[in-house]
């Protein structure tokens, strides 16, 4: 956690989280963590192919990692914005 200088860490009271984040840098509580689990919960549910034995089921570690930075990159609406004025370029 040493690299990440200037972040603030919000967390629940799990004791590990305390022994391992500087104490002036965490807020407990839940009020900062609604959507980060919300995204959380979206990118598990719309990358199931991860988990599911499918046909889509990448198995290169490279593949994987090109699949979640698309994922990523689609999530912000600056990406899509981007990716979404090619769309409409090629099918208008």
Known sequence: MKHLRGCTFYKDDWRAFSEVLPPERHVVGKAHTIDIEHDNSNTRHHLGRFTRRTKV???????????????????????????QGIALYIYT
């Open 57 to 83: 089921v990448y198995k290169k570690a490279e593949m994987v990692a090109v699949a979640l930075r698309l994922w990523r990159m689609l999530t912000s609406e600056e990406g899509f914005r981007h990716y």
